[in-house]
């Protein structure tokens, strides 16, 4: 349905459109009944051409007629000369084009002229490619077309370098050629593609590859001048788009290598919990467990029912095979779908052990973008800078410089991108809650890293706005942890994924839900003063948290209960020091 | 007095709107005849979420749709072309799906039409009793291709996400995912994602923000979203689609806003929990911008002819942000939360007379 403007009439032009209209109406419907009845009796004949020539023309989304018209030209081709029918498909294109002048975005016309080509004897692409050039210099947004083209040169052979020359001259004529940008990504792989290699090295492309993937990126030669023509567009006109987006996928690179990032051994739970570098089914992905060179039957469930798909899986040990400090232990948990594993020993008289690469090894948060090449990033953050003074108030700008800081140095820029942030907020109003969920995010990860750089376990993010939790995965080892005075509303089930949790202190949020609290196997205490619990039955998850004894709940809806402390104590029998 | 009235909703009009949609359509509508059943989804729909269906005969719609059906023949040889058609408009005789199929060598359904066609009939409060649920399936599995995208019809056409969105919404109703290979489609929509991180209408196609809703629901209804797709994804995709507001929405960067991707990309944002960040003052301001006072109903811009289809997804994109006196509306299925709730029942009915 397309935008059609209003038009004042008067009654007489009223009328005369009516008359018009009842004509048209009656001659369409003569047409397809005729149409119709031909095609029952199996007539596939000039007659039938002209017939659906003029329903389609007037009606190019008629699909059946399409398909009809197709069996006619195919049983004429049987009857006709090779000259005779290259002339009946050049006069069919001609009707196509036709069509496309009313309707430059039928699917159905644009279906059917692939489908020309492939019977014509002799395809005459030049004129095709002239058709996409003529189509989208009224249109360049008209993927139909783009789509077409693609199909054309593929077809005629057209080199990969050519079709690059052609996105210069859109692009250099008109930087805002979103589609002429999108079209170059798609080109400059085929280019020069970075040769691939995963991890079981092999150099063929997964099927289910995408366009971020490795198979689909730009050779470092060619990303340098790349990188000059996004620096052109922004340059001329940095509020426009389309340079931007290019400009990021540039910066991009690939998805991490699949690894088992942590593992934790407990011997008193006689436990042990496994946090993969990406959600998934512990069942299905060839987890195998050696304990002291002897591979062990275990049952590997995740954290909590509701995270079928999940980063973080544990399982229990026979009994007593690691409960006695006197004895050292060797653990090798094996992803054998990845060929990877990970080792862990639990030495004599340590309670718990652990193995696992830190946030910065494994480049959690900086593998955004290509992290070999600091040096170029480092080039990029200076031009994106320059035209920062330019343009204070660009918020394109302003996202780039955040990106490219966060992969350099994210604790060393991190002043700077919360100022940055601020002023996103303010340049860019409409998306301020959007940025503001960013803003935490970055904060959670810079958080995490300062943690691992003072080794210790205790994650503190208070007071910062906070309203969603994320990366929990990478919080498996830490005991204790500070949400207090942010604007969180739940602690959803990935919490649970805090095996080793001792001390929760979430005063002075908005939470209504405790999902996430269930069967943490260390947690002792808990502090949820001033939030929004408002049922007994909010806190029943609490019952699975079998150490738990220390349990503050003032500042909370719930206390309209009646017989709040009776009531607790039924389902939470273990809680001695209870704060109401 | 003159600010509010320039932003408030105009309920009963829209109700007239729709009314007079099922009943006569204007000349300028004769191309869609074909898809006539895809207005009357969205004329139904669209009352539904106005809370207004006791205005229709369900009993005659229901009727209607039902001959739309095409059956298993008696020998059976048509199984691969069943579903449902747009209209009548090919000439098969009368019949409300009450015996097997008449035979006819270029009846065949089309996969927006078996789609439309049931999630009117649930919609009108029908249990499915009529339609062949098996004829519905064996017809969408003739309709997958090698690269995991859908025909609209068997004997072919043009494949690309929004026949693999309504080939979802087909199994999820029916709760029968066997006439789709999933791993297929999941590798389509994977190949369709773009340089910018949204997803096209298929490979190497620009993002779009109907084929980015057509993947994304169709990963929800599958229950595959977090495994199709990293949490990094998640975040790109969410950044693609949270930039294509301006006040409404745009389908794609650079372009003009549109009432219906208030639906189209504020669906997907409410699939990626991440609705609540955009700025809702912005959006209905601009979808009730369209909304022509006179007639009823909403176009795609201000000053311009409404239509079925903006009329829906600019009350559908109301219903996203809470607008009063609209039902909730199901994100990834796009029928009211009621009419999904009565889906659940019958499937639940199903599973229990299966065992």
């Given amino acids: 349905m397309h935008g059609r403007v209003k038009v004042k009439t008067t009654a007489q032009q009223e009328e005369e459109k009516r008359k018009e209209r009842e004509k048209k109406l009656k001659a369409f419907v003569c047409a397809r009944d005729s149409v119709l009845k031909k095609r029952s009796a199996g007539e596939h004949d000039e007659e039938a051409l002209d017939l659906t020539q003029q329903l389609l023309s007037s009606n190019p989304d008629f699909a059946t007629l399409w398909n009809y018209r197709r069996e006619v030209l195919l049983h004429l081709e049987t009857l006709r000369e090779k000259d005779e029918v290259q002339k009946l498909y050049e006069s069919e294109l001609h009707f196509i084009e036709a069509c496309l002048k009313v309707n430059p975005k039928s699917y159905g016309c644009w279906h059917h002229r692939s489908w020309v080509n492939t019977r014509l004897p002799q395809p005459d692409w030049t004129r095709e490619l002239g058709l996409c050039d003529r189509c989208l210099s009224l249109d360049e947004r008209n993927f139909h077309c783009w789509d077409y083209r693609r199909l054309v040169v593929k077809e005629s052979g057209v080199s990969v370098e050519q079709e690059l020359q052609f996105t210069d001259r859109l692009i250099g004529s008109n930087f805002s050629n979103y589609s002429s940008w999108h079209y170059r990504s798609t080109l400059l792989p085929q280019l020069r593609p970075q040769p691939v290699l995963d991890s079981a090295h092999n150099t063929s492309p997964s099927p289910s590859a995408s366009p971020q993937s490795h198979s689909h990126r730009v050779c470092e030669e060619q990303l340098l001048k790349e990188y000059e023509l996004a620096h052109n567009a922004f340059f001329t006109d940095p509020n426009d788009q389309s340079a931007w987006f290019y400009y990021r996928w540039l910066l991009g690179r690939a998805e991490r290598e699949e690894m088992i990032s942590c593992v934790y051994v407990s011997r008193e739970g006689e436990r042990v919990s496994v946090a993969f570098s990406k959600p998934v089914h512990a069942g299905s992905v060839g987890l195998m467990l050696v304990l002291d060179g002897q591979p062990q039957q275990v049952q590997w469930r995740n954290a909590h029912p509701r995270l079928r798909h999940s980063p973080v899986w544990l399982c229990d040990l026979p009994a007593g095979s690691i409960s006695d400090t006197s004895n050292e232990h060797n653990l090798t948990i094996h992803w054998t779908d990845k060929h990877t594993h990970r080792d862990c020993a639990l030495y004599t008289g340590c309670a718990e052990s652990w193995c696992r690469d830190s946030a910065t090894d494994q480049e959690l948060f900086r593998s955004e973008l290509s992290v070999e090449k600091s040096s170029v990033l480092q080039a990029e953050l200076q031009s994106c800078n320059q035209l920062l003074d330019l343009e204070p108030q660009n918020k394109w700008c302003l996202l780039t410089i955040i990106l490219l800081m966060r992969a350099l140095d994210p604790l060393g820029h991190e002043k700077e991108t919360l100022t940055h942030f601020q002023t996103l907020k303010e340049v860019d109003a409409m998306r301020s809650s959007y940025y503001s969920d960013l803003c935490s995010k970055f904060l959670i990860e810079n958080t995490i890293l300062k943690m691992e750089y003072a080794e210790v376990r205790v994650f503190s993010l208070s007071n910062k706005k906070l309203t969603t939790l994320c990366h929990l995965d990478q919080l498996l080892l830490v005991t204790h942890i500070n949400l207090s005075s942010n604007q969180l509303q739940h602690l959803p089930p990935q919490f649970s994924m805090l095996q080793c949790l001792e001390v929760l202190e979430a005063d002075d949020n908005a939470i209504e839900s405790l999902e996430g609290l269930y069967h943490l196997p260390k947690l002792e205490e808990v502090s949820l003063k001033n939030n929004k619990i408002c049922k007994v039955s909010d806190l029943e998850t609490l019952a699975t948290c079998t150490k738990l004894t220390r349990l503050d709940l003032r500042g909370n809806p719930v206390h309209k209960t009646d017989d709040l402390e009776s009531e607790l104590s039924l389902i939470l029998p273990l809680v001695t020091a209870l704060s109401l | ?355």
């Fill in chain 2, 1 to 355: 007095m003159a600010d509010f009235e320039s932003v408030d909703f105009l309920r009963e009009r829209h109700v007239r709107f729709f009314q007079r949609c099922l009943y006569v359509l204007p000349e300028r509508y004769a191309p869609y005849e074909t898809s006539r059943l895809t207005i009357a989804f969205f004329s139904l729909s669209g009352l539904d979420v106005l809370g207004a269906l006791d205005v229709v005969d369900r009993h005659s719609l229901i009727e209607w749709i039902y001959s739309l059906q095409i059956l298993p023949t008696a020998d059976q040889s048509n199984l691969q072309r069943c579903g449902f058609r747009g209209s009548s408009h090919i000439g098969v005789p009368y019949s409300s799906s009450k015996g097997p199929g008449a035979p006819h060598p270029y009846d065949s359904g089309h996969v927006t039409m078996t789609y439309t066609g049931l999630a009117c009939l649930l919609i009108l409060g029908d249990d499915l009793g009529r339609v062949d649920r098996a004829a519905c399936v064996s017809g969408l599995r003739a309709l997958q291709l090698e690269d995991g995208s859908f025909y609209a019809v068997p004997e072919g056409s043009e494949n690309d996400m929004r026949f693999v969105y309504c080939a979802a919404c087909i199994c999820f109703m029916l709760d029968d995912w066997s006439g789709m290979d999933r791993q297929k489609t999941i590798d389509y929509i994977r190949r369709s994602t773009s340089f910018d991180f949204g997803i096209g209408q298929g490979a190497g196609l620009e993002s779009h923000g109907g084929s980015t809703f057509c993947a994304v629901a169709s990963l929800c209804m599958m229950g595959k979203l977090r495994e199709v797709f990293s949490e990094r994804e998640l975040g790109r995709l969410r950044r693609w689609c949270v930039l294509r507001q301006q006040n409404g929405f745009q389908g794609r960067p650079n372009k003009p806003v549109d009432t219906c991707y208030s639906f189209w990309v504020g669906a997907t944002l409410q699939l990626l929990d991440v609705f609540q960040y955009t700025n809702f003052e912005k959006n209905r301001n601009y979808i009730l911008s369209t909304q022509d006072r006179l007639v009823g109903g909403f176009a795609k811009w201000p000053d311009s002819h409404p239509d079925p289809l903006h009329t829906y997804f600019g009350i559908c994109g109301l219903s996203l942000m809470g607008e009063a006196g609209l039902q909730p509306v199901h994100a990834a299925l796009n029928i009211s939360l009621r009419a999904s709730d009565s889906l659940r029942r019958l499937h639940e009915c199903w599973r229990r007379s299966r065992t």
